[in-house]
């Protein structure tokens, strides 16, 4: 059944801005307020979100405010389903909608504390570490900061509008699934800022907070078929509501710049030491997600439980978790890595989610530098074996030729997708993988330039080609075994 919100919605007030109101917000970030919300005293409920969206999905929030900003989350599991009226949402803004200046004037609002983002890899505009001045949205940003379309833009004219308001200290936390998330998202801002104006930058540094957290809950994009199930439960449709799983995990680095909400209520931990955290969860989650993603894909698995209810993949990604990503994390004190891994698998089997290989497959080239080559250069340096990172990147190299085993298409969303296309229409075997080894977005000099990374690369592109994905994974199974 149904719950309403168990908490005094009108007492709510907009001290918090999400940009990015995407399904992952709506399930996880949220959630966790909505869960802290209801476990707070009557006084202390003030904790309200404007959400907002920069690009694509300004009718997703029309239809938040026509619903009364609420919207509901179906948590499941091949044990039942839990539903969830989510209500800490206030209002909206859409710069298509509210104008260009909604965004970064509600940046300036004194009463804001905490902005969160999550805007994908891809939003931060990131290149070795710092902005990407050669990005098209930042270029055009910066030649006309005072009407910002890119995420970092929108930020540094929020903070400047915030600085000349008179108004202080404030939080960005990002969202997203990269390493010390925090680190780069300050890194974006300043590096922009420090173009536009060094006082603003110097501003930034001395009154914003930038902690890095890592967010994990499975949510697929929404089918037709989740919408029809959640109708069937609700008694209506609602477009902003969200099928996902029960599992939520989010543990933020404890250095808050502005006033915090006690997310701790919610389920969320604080931590002194973001980097263990995000190495676990980029390298045995995401990583793994890769791997099923791109071989199941081109093998023809369309979602990821199918992939785990083939015994090869499902014992080749355990494999993956437990020798390759698993020995290359930072200790973690108190963590219990083999669970974590029982759990991990546990959860992509999960039959009530339809999470598709090709979703996961998206943007590839933004997800690859944290969930691999961290790891591969670890086993390479020490000379240990790393098969099945080798596939995976392989996997990839296969993918970009639009078409699985079977001749269906395989979609190439990926904002490298013009060069993708370009290499796989062009080349074939060695010549393929060097092309793709080029790509510096992806793969550091210091890693392309190894020949034993070389090699591993190209024998696993070979062995997909010669074999088939799902052949070349069984295979290395058994060498390694044998
Ligand atoms: C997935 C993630 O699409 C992807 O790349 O690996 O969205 C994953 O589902 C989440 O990070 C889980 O927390």
Redesign the pocket.
Known sequence: MTQIPAYDRSRLRPRWLHIGFGA?ARAHILMVLHRTLAALPDGERDWGVTVARLNSGRSALDALEEADCLYHVAETDDSGVELHAVGPVLGTLHPARDGIGAIPDHIARPELDLVTLTITEKGYSLKDGGLNREDAAIKADLANPGEPRSAIGVLVEGLARRKKAGHGALTVLSCD?LMENGHLTRAAVTDFARLRDPDLADWIEANIGFPSSM?????PAMTEADHERLAARLGRRDDNGIVCEPFLQWVIEDRFAAARPPLELGGAQWTDEIQPWEAMKLRM??GS??FLALLGGVSGHATIDACMGDAVFAKAVERLMLEEAAPTLPPLPGADIPGYARQLLARFSNSQLK?RTA??ASDTSQ?LPQRFVTSIAWHLDRGSPWPFSALVLAGWMRWIDGVDEAGNELPINDPLADRLRAIAAGTEGQARVEAMLDLREVFPQSLASRPEFRAGIEAAYEAIRAHGARAAVARTLSEDTA
Request: aromatic share 6%; hydrophobic share 40%; proline share 0%.
């Open positions: 992952f699934n967010v994990d809950r499975i949510v989650l995401n997600h890769s999470h979703q996961i997800k």
